[in-house]
Antibody, heavy 121, light 107 residues
Framework: EVQLVESGGGMVQPGGSLRLSCAAS????????MTWVRQAPGKGLEWVGN????????YYVDSVKGRFTISRDNAKNSLYLQMNSLRAEDTAVYYC??????????????WGQGTMVTVSS | DIQLTQSPSCLSASVGDRVTITCRAS??????LAWYQQKQGKAPKLLIY???TLQSGVPSRFSGSGSGTEFTLTISSLEPEDFATYYC?????????FGGGTKVEIK
């Protein structure tokens, strides 16, 4: 079964750090782009960033550039999101997803269940 | 950045109704348009990619159409399990963006 499982969420104080993990199974992880998407409570979806299958390219939304870092370990079938200098506005459910690059119209075809991050003092 | 405007933001409909949701892009996005369904407390689920291609396992009552900057998601006959929030997404250029969502409620 194709599956993504996030972990690592929790409560952290403003200015703090947190590392999210996403464990992939059921597909050849090393051949796919991956992505992080977040959703603040009661709000819509916001793309956070992408990483190429070999980690050689990464893209981020402006609001997290310089604070968040996406990485992956293909040997462990794992995706990570290192979040530093956290702010209250980073409070959200964070989803990892598989980014299917078709070349003529891409999409996020597989999603994890999400992990909640709360930034509060 | 490419902005996506969904309309309506909320609609009330009955089982059996035909429902149409519109997504307008601030610039042309070719075929890089996907639609997702999200139920309360759950992760989004891919419904349609490349404007009109149904994801495997998605019922045929869902369809997508459009080109350029205007796109639509249509549910031909609403079923009870279709009450959810729907999002369009453009994957033409960074930053990737989602529409604001359309919540489909029971009338």
């Amino acid at each position: 079964e194709v599956q993504l499982v996030e972990s690592g969420g929790g409560m952290v104080q403003p200015g703090g750090s947190l590392r999210l993990s996403c464990a992939a199974s059921g597909f050849t992880f090393s051949t796919y782009w991956m992505t992080w998407v977040r959703q603040a409570p009661g709000k819509g979806l916001e793309w956070v960033g992408n990483i190429k299958h070999d980690g050689s390219e990464k893209y981020y939304v402006d609001s997290v550039k310089g604070r968040f870092t996406i990485s992956r370990d293909n040997a462990k079938n794992s995706l990570y999101l290192q979040m530093n200098s956290l702010r209250a506005e980073d409070t959200a459910v964070y989803y990892c997803a598989r980014y299917l690059v078709r070349g003529y119209g891409d999409d996020f075809d597989i999603w994890g269940q999400g992990t909640m991050v709360t930034v509060s003092s | 950045d490419i902005q996506l405007t969904q309309s309506p933001s909320c609609l009330s409909a009955s089982v059996g109704d035909r429902v149409t949701i519109t997504c307008r892009a601030s610039q042309g996005i070719s075929s890089y348009l996907a639609w997702y369904q999200q139920k309360q407390g759950k992760a989004p689920k891919l419904l349609i990619y490349t404007v009109s291609t149904l994801q495997s396992g998605v019922p045929s009552r869902f369809s997508g159409s459009g080109s350029g900057t205007e796109f639509t998601l249509t549910i031909s006959s609403l079923e009870p399990e279709d009450f959810a929030t729907y999002y369009c997404q453009q994957l033409k250029s960074y930053p990737l963006t989602f529409g604001g969502g359309t919540k489909v409620e029971i009338k």
